[in-house]
DNA sequence: ACCTCCACGGCACGTGGTGTCATCAACTAC
DNA sequence: GTAGTTGATGACACCACGTGCCGTGGAGGT
């Protein structure tokens, strides 16, 4: 028998969500996560490397995702066609999350230092996507400005999707925020 | 005599940033910033909600010179002419305050920490804008998109205006954003 | 002469986060 | 099967952030 029970991350991040839900985010300790979870604070941390962490567990996949998918693009596609391209596996990725992300949204939503974190994590994967653009061949500024913009309209939409009921409306919501964020930059 | 010396507020912000710039903004401790200051921590935590917020001083104006521009914008602009008025007096704002900007936007870049409170700053900002541009009968998708596009702009503007040598150049930056915005969602 | 105000100091406390060492099942080597 | 090694976890001490609470004493009014 082995002498500690299995996936100490995934129990961690389920208590951790649990507990936030319930009580707020605040409002929950780290070593009352750690207890839920049968482990010590000191052991988050050797999972999460702060507090906050162990709510954004997927955005390594996120980011992953959307980078395969930039390098796969045509070469002949447009800066914003290019830094969009990720938006397809990425909305696949989100179809069958949506009650997680629900959740998710709400515990976010009602503390700002999650929010912080939220926002971070899109400036990074903004980043990467513009270093990727960059490595095309494509000009800084050229590459900053679709970057950031192929992150906006990600985020506009799965805030739309979060808030409304069908779990495979990803890519629809994405198609129409960029259809509107292009009527608007016209005029 | 006065029992305290004047404009303690000030004289923190000024400890804050000699601190971060010489030892770095993680190995400078609150305490020693109110030390400097001749001041308490307790009293660094009355003016300053966290550690973070003694760089964000500015922050309050900036909204608010952009949403009086807002405000003042022609009844018949377009959503995002609308967004886009806060960025002349926001321009002029800045003129003077180049070198200042340089020594922050360091302290800043070195620090993650603060670069999420710079990130939630802005956020702010496009929310109050796009609440702005909503009072005006804006419908809420190019509210959303157009006080985010707006933000966008500004902040590349902001970090090209940093980075380079000409205090009165902010304007022009915004300007080339803004062009080279149009060129990248127009494809 | 008295009173009220209020900016600040002082102190205790909870929590986040880290460094360091101990523990002990599982695995490896022979 | 015995010995050594590895690696996930526990245990503990510690520091800094942030807050609640109360004390203090000059400023300014009556």
Redesign the interface.
């Known amino acids: 028998m082995s002498r500690w029970k299995p996936d100490a991350e995934g129990r961690l991040i389920k208590a951790a969500i649990t507990l936030f839900d319930e009580r707020g985010y605040e409002q929950t300790t780290v070593a009352q996560i750690a207890d839920a979870a049968g482990l010590t604070k000191r052991t988050f941390f050797r999972y999460f490397s702060d507090k906050r962490e162990v709510l954004f567990n997927g955005s390594g996949e996120l980011e992953h995702r959307w980078l395969e998918a930039v390098a796969a693009a045509p070469v002949d596609a447009?800066?914003?066609?290019v830094a969009l391209a990720g938006l397809d596996p990425v909305a696949e990725m989100f179809d069958e999350r949506h009650p997680f992300a629900r959740l998710r949204a709400g515990i976010v939503d009602a503390n700002?230092e999650l929010?912080?974190?939220e926002?971070?994590k899109l400036?990074n994967l903004a980043a990467a996507i513009k270093a990727a653009l960059i490595d095309r061949g494509i000009s800084r500024?050229?590459a900053?400005?679709?970057a950031?913009?192929g992150v906006?309209v990600f985020?506009?939409a799965f805030a739309r999707w979060v808030e409304q009921d069908d779990p495979a409306a990803f890519r629809r919501l994405m198609d129409e925020?960029l259809e509107?964020?292009?009527?608007?930059?016209?005029?």
């Not at 447009?78 to 066609?81: Q, R």
């Not at 509107?180 to 005029?187: G, Q």
């Open positions: 447009s800066p914003l066609a700002p929010q912080e974190r926002l971070i400036q500024n050229a900053i400005l679709a950031q913009t906006t985020q506009v925020s509107e964020l292009r009527s608007v930059t016209a005029t």
